[in-house]
């Protein structure tokens, strides 16, 4: 009798657990109905076959104590990965908006080594079907595929985002993942397929020539590292990753790369410059409307950014420890000491092979920093916007961007010769994290 009644009500208890574990891994967008598949051990694989039928009974106690078994030990593996969170696996998301050097600082952690899983861009895909099924993106839709998405890739789960990428996988393969060749992790021996002839040039790594991208291959080795690191610039709000935070299979940290807007604005009238014709028409001969919808869009970039900022500065409960600010401009005159600060944030070993990347990529030639590229010579290209940007533009921003100005510390200017007086700095000595 007590067999009988003792191993029903740890069964059920068990069960709990588990039910518990599957509802945080499955966690899917309910608006987007996004569908997912098994790929990787951390993907639940479907408890239907050990569960209580209706009736609440089991044909014969031996099937009870094999459904036990095997609850039992899948208990065991999840607390074993519990203690190797515990242990210190680190999870990075590096957030920040185009032009503001989030390639070049991705780099610090892409050149990790081996013990770094490392993602670059990978809600391009989620961004760009939203944008196609809807013809815009909406808010609230991205911020939630952003998200679940993230999360998931934080698992090392790609399943979630192979709902999104075009044309969609066939069998976990694809020849389409966004600068694939920019993941370091991703161009390794282990998940780097034979040639395919015929296969365009699109798809080389840096390192090696590679065929298309098998995924389960990307999710097994991501499992192996020791800490895993995203770059994006496409999370509006900080506060939409607080679910992250609460995961209790996560130590995810938030490192916010900022840049003055002014410099921001005038690299992307480069970088940019279909999208960003209006500016370069009303810095060539016209004032510019204040009103205008590209001055909207640049103010409520603005905006975004200096909230998010304010919250993490702020140190909630639910980002205590977790958050760093770091400006562009600090990272291009002072490299190393930045990249020591980001280190030790994070609480990853700083490798030699970082300290060797950084030393050569931030002396580089004009031949080699491009518009594109993540070589610069750093000391050139702090406040080097100012000898490109008109001082009426400048104006426009600082009237939008104002707050946001302030916050992070980049001076006004008030006149054009304020503007290109080299022996003025724009920049105001200040500590944001205290570390």
Not at 398 to 425: A, N
């Amino acid at each position: 009798m007590r067999i009988k009644y003792t191993i029903p009500i740890v069964f059920i208890v068990a069960l709990v657990i588990i039910e518990k574990e599957n509802n945080i891994i499955s966690r899917v967008s309910d608006k987007l109905t996004l569908k997912q598949t098994p790929q990787t051990p951390l993907q639940p694989s479907g408890f239907s076959h050990i569960l209580l039928k209706r009736n609440g009974s089991f044909s014969s106690l031996s099937k009870m104590d094999s459904a036990f078994t095997l609850m039992k030990r899948r208990l065991e593996n999840y607390s074993q990965h519990q203690e190797v969170v515990t242990r210190g696996r680190k999870h990075i998301l590096l957030l920040a908006t185009t032009r503001t050097g989030s390639s070049f600082v991705g780099e610090f952690f892409n050149q990790q080594g081996d013990n770094m899983f490392y993602l670059f861009e990978p809600l391009w895909h989620v961004e760009k079907m939203l944008t196609l099924e809807t013809g815009g993106t909406n808010a609230t839709a991205a911020a939630k595929a952003y998200r679940e998405v993230l999360q998931q890739l934080l698992l090392c789960d790609f399943t979630l985002l192979e709902n999104f990428i075009d044309p969609v996988p066939v069998d976990h393969i694809t020849t389409s993942l966004f600068r694939r060749e920019s993941s370091s992790s991703l161009c390794e021996e282990s998940v780097c397929s034979p040639v395919i002839k015929g296969v365009f040039e699109r798809y080389r790594c840096r390192t090696r020539r590679c065929g298309p991208l098998n995924l389960t291959m990307a999710s097994e080795s991501c499992l192996q590292k020791g800490h895993r690191a995203i770059k994006s610039v496409r999370v509006r709000q900080l506060e939409n990753l607080r679910p992250l935070t609460e995961d209790p299979r996560l130590d995810v940290k938030f490192i916010q790369l900022v840049r003055d807007p002014r410099a921001v604005l005038a690299s992307r009238m480069v970088a940019f410059a279909a999208k960003y014709k209006n500016w370069k028409q009303w810095a060539m001969d016209g004032d510019v409307p204040i009103d205008d919808d590209e001055v909207r869009k640049l103010k409520g970039n603005c905006d975004n950014i200096r909230m998010s900022a304010e919250i993490g500065l702020r140190q909630p409960t639910w980002l205590r420890k977790r958050y760093m600010l770091v400006r562009y401009e600090d990272i291009a005159r002072f490299p190393m000491k930045k990249a020591t600060e980001m280190y030790r944030f994070t609480g990853i070993p700083f490798t030699p092979q970082v300290k060797s990347w950084i030393l050569k990529n931030t002396q580089a030639s004009k031949e080699t920093s491009g518009v594109y590229s993540t070589q610069k010579n750093s000391s050139e290209q702090v406040e080097k916007w100012r000898f490109s940007l008109p001082f009426k533009i400048a104006q426009v921003v600082q009237k939008v961007c104002g707050p946001t100005l302030k916050l992070f510390g980049y001076k006004f200017v008030s006149s054009e010769e304020m503007l290109t007086d080299k022996s003025i700095s724009l920049i105001e000595e200040k500590v944001f994290n205290l570390l």
